[in-house]
């Protein structure tokens, strides 16, 4: 049988940096030729970066790219890593935009694969993009056959994986941007085990590491057998070059394909002399609440460095959305470059104004504190507001202070509002919802407690203080912009609230099957209502990392303006 070692290089990639994404590559390469690697597989679009959005338009950035593969095969062979086969996604325009795998060999273009399934769905908008490739280039290297696909090709019926199966391919590549969200790892694996066996084969399946605006990619790379028995597996929210010994059958026999144009092309036929098999690695899954966690981190990470910006800015109240921020950020870049900003006014309270003091400084975090009752005052001698007008001045005035001091300083201004009041708009525009990132824009509040909760323990068992102050989370939350306020004034019971959102929202649920799952219709009604009504305060929030099934921006888009409301059908 012969034998074939593989490396699946999981690697962060930046959209737009051809240049720092092809030295990428050629590090990987490097690393992988010092291991003994006879074929290192790259993500999808790993050239250009995923998602390149509406630069995949721009001819000027397709040439780039097909300029930049060119180079990167040149520059491989010449720092003497021609002899390895690299698989790499690019953009190439060929009778329109494709969404591309490349695999390099001795300085040249060996074969090219375009991505067959365009997914059209969530945050994908591919069709809108791409045009599906039709042919399946199979390379035999060192005597096994191999196949290229890309990341949706994986997701569907049919199409490559059955001509792979048909082709007599040993083992298939499957190069990935696969987002992340909670739990899709279990699915991913199931699926790459259905896959291979469709296949009859080996499957490689390499995926991204870091994230790109509001997606999050979790790595996960991973290799299955035909039999659907895990050989390796990655770990998740890290680079690494996940290197894996493969003894595959060789001489397969072939049928005829049907769904797509089959393309031989041969680099080599004779088998590697026999080695000695590396240990295989398969690394463990994390829990739930530290998956969410990482996800959150490195998407906060990413997006500042990416984006240019060294330090971070926000207000921290003292309760817990605004403590969970802190701790996300300072884990994120460390605790000096995030700048806390406590901004009592009249209404605050003497734990809340103690609470933020005590978590900036079991952080480590910088700390300071603007009294904005001045301010507020200096606006109502000059307007007159009462009431929500008031209450939502405050909030402002907040988010101006904020700005300036990011104006001022350079840094990037966190919004620290979560899940269930982005959805049920219980924010003010302007105020608590300004900045350039919002790091838990996809955590209902439920989660944002349990990941509190999670965070201190996980300190505790580090042999660190825990940084969140128990008080905050423990107390009744509030915006503390009346005497006495609570969210519980305006808001039903978050329990019960989030699971009546993440089934309209996530799951996209009607009112008769919001009403057969349980919930009860009086609070069915007043929470459609609420979440229908703010979507335009929703598309004014700013980005911030997806990790639920559906994510408010691009996984749902709705109308501002629509006089469509879900409600119970007539007579009941």
């Excluded at 394909?257 to 393309?263: Q, W």
């Excluded at 503390?480 to 019971?493: F, T, Y």
Aim: charged share 20%; net charge negative.
């Amino acid at each position: 049988m012969p034998q074939l070692r593989v490396a699946l290089a999981q690697i962060d990639l930046c959209v737009g940096d051809l240049t720092g994404n092809a030295e990428a590559v050629l590090r990987h390469t490097a690393e992988a030729a010092g291991a003994g690697v006879h074929l290192v597989a790259f993500p999808e679009m790993a050239l250009t970066g995923y998602p390149p959005e509406d630069l995949v338009f721009r001819e000027s950035f397709a040439e780039a790219s097909e300029q930049e593969l060119g180079a990167l095969a040149s520059t491989l062979l010449e720092q003497g890593l021609g002899q390895i086969a690299v698989v790499v996604g690019y953009l190439t325009h060929d009778e329109g935009p494709r969404n591309a795998a490349a695999l390099i060999h001795e300085g040249r273009i060996v074969a090219t694969y375009y991505k067959h399934h365009l997914p059209n769905f969530g945050v994908f908008d591919e069709a809108r993009y791409f045009i599906p490739g039709t042919r399946f280039p199979v390379v035999t290297l060192h005597g096994v056959h191999i196949g290229l696909t890309i990341c949706e090709d994986l997701w569907q019926d049919g199409g490559p994986f059955t001509v792979a199966a048909q082709a007599g391919c040993d083992l298939v590549l499957c190069i990935n941007g696969s987002p992340y969200e909670r739990s899709k790892d279990d699915i991913r694996l199931a699926l790459a085990q259905r896959r291979a066996r469709d296949a009859g084969a080996v499957l490689a399946y390499v995926n991204t590491v870091g994230a790109q605006d509001e997606l999050v990619y979790d790595g996960d790379s991973l290799v299955v057998d035909p039999d659907g028995l895990l050989l390796a597996r990655a770990p998740q929210f890290a680079e690494q070059l996940l290197v894996v010994d493969l003894e595959l059958a060789g001489d397969r026999p072939t049928g005829r394909a049907t769904e797509m144009v089959v393309e031989s092309h041969s680099i080599s036929t004779d088998a590697v002399p026999a080695y000695d098999p590396m240990p295989l690695s398969v690394t463990e899954r994390m829990p739930d609440e530290e998956e969410v966690w990482n996800a959150l981190v490195i998407g906060v990470r990413d997006y500042v460095v990416k984006n240019g910006f060294s330090t971070v800015t926000f207000g921290l109240s003292g309760g817990i959305d605004s403590a969970l921020v802190a701790v996300i950020a300072a884990d994120a870049i460390g605790p000096d470059n995030v700048h806390c900003v406590s901004m009592p006014s009249s209404y605050s309270s003497e734990h809340s104004r103690s609470d933020a003091a005590e978590l900036a400084e079991r952080l480590g975090c910088r700390f300071e504190t603007i009294p904005i009752a001045p301010m507020v005052e200096a606006y109502l001698d000059t307007v007159t507001l009462t009431g929500l007008a008031e209450e939502n001045l405050q909030a402002r005035v907040r988010g101006t202070l904020l700005m300036g001091l990011s104006n001022q300083d350079g840094h990037l201004v966190l919004a620290t509002g979560n899940k269930t009041e982005l959805a049920v708009g219980y924010s003010t525009l302007y105020g608590d919802s300004v900045g350039g990132f919002a790091p838990i824009k996809d955590v209902p509040k439920t989660l944002v407690w349990e990941l509190a909760r999670w965070r201190n323990a996980h300190a505790e068992k580090l042999g660190e203080t825990p940084p969140i102050p128990v008080n905050s989370i423990t107390k009744p939350p509030s915006a503390e912009l009346r005497p006495g306020q609570q969210d519980s004034d305006s808001l039903p019971p978050y329990a019960e609230l989030d699971a009546i959102l993440a089934d309209y929202v996530d799951r996209d649920l009607g009112w008769d099957d919001l009403v057969a799952v349980g919930h009860d219709p009086g609070t069915i009604e007043r929470v459609v209502q609420m979440v229908d009504r703010a979507e335009y305060k929703r598309r004014q929030f700013p980005p911030g990392p997806k990790i639920s099934l559906k994510a408010f921006g691009r996984d749902r888009r709705l109308p501002i303006t629509s006089r469509w409301r879900e409600a119970a059908p007539p007579g009941t």
